[in-house]
């Protein structure tokens, strides 16, 4: 294996990388689905949805329910799944002082680079003690022209760090924003723990990852 190069910022993904929230969001996401009439199990739901915006599968959700894509209904879905973050969230075991030692290590050249909204995002790193690491720099792919699979997001993030993408290390748990990261000129360390909820190694390695690691308590050793 070749050796990694120096990094000047670290960009991290949010759900599944640094809180456990894939689960909650779309089990009220398969929930509200059902509602409108497209039954799925929430493995289904996971395979469909980790990774990407709702609003980006609206064609998807109107095929399958028959009905319009509507506003209103999206902000129902943001009302309950913050809820239920709010009562159920939890930090990805580790992350938190996985966040502290590299923010220490990168004299806080770190940010937060998110496909969710900026209200989730937010949410979930002050429910789990993270907001004072990345405050003032957390982005997200809705206030981007494009978000995840598209790079935007993560070009946005090294721009206000005023870092070349290229020497930015990307964590991502799914191969949709582990194409973003590739796409932006980053070096992808892939977060592939065997729980449910997040993309396999093969899922990450088929859009070109090349780096891996299970537990956030090693990453800061692979980023010295």
């Not at 980790?50 to 399958?64: P, S």
């Not at 909204?117 to 937010?122: E, I, M, N, P, S």
């Amino acid at each position: 294996m070749t050796a990694l190069p120096r990094f000047d910022a670290v960009l991290f993904d949010c759900d599944g990388v640094l809180v456990d929230s894939e689960r909650i969001t779309n089990g009220v996401l398969r929930d509200m689905l059902e509602e409108e009439g497209w039954r799925l199990t929430l493995a289904e739901t996971l395979a469909i949805f980790l990774g990407k915006a709702v609003r980006d599968e609206r064609a998807r959700i109107e095929a399958e329910t028959g009905k319009p894509f509507r506003e209103e209904w999206l902000k129902a879905f943001h009302v309950r799944r913050n809820e239920a973050l709010r009562l159920r969230l939890e930090a990805i075991p580790h992350a938190p002082e996985a966040v502290a030692r590299i923010h220490a290590q990168f004299g806080g050249r770190i940010a937060c680079a998110s496909g969710a909204d900026l209200g989730k995002v937010r949410l979930q790193l002050e429910k789990t003690g993270m907001m004072h690491a990345f405050e003032g720099r957390i982005f997200s792919g809705h206030d981007q022209p494009r978000s995840k699979p598209h790079p935007d997001v993560y070009l946005a993030a090294a721009r206000a760090l005023g870092v070349d993408p290229r020497r930015c290390a990307v964590v991502e748990d799914t191969a949709t924003g582990a194409t973003a990261g590739l796409a932006a000129g980053a070096t992808v360390f892939g977060f592939c723990p065997p729980e449910a909820g997040h993309d396999t190694p093969a899922q990450l390695r088929s859009v070109g990852v090349q780096h891996f690691f299970q537990d956030m308590a090693d990453l800061p050793g692979l980023l010295a």
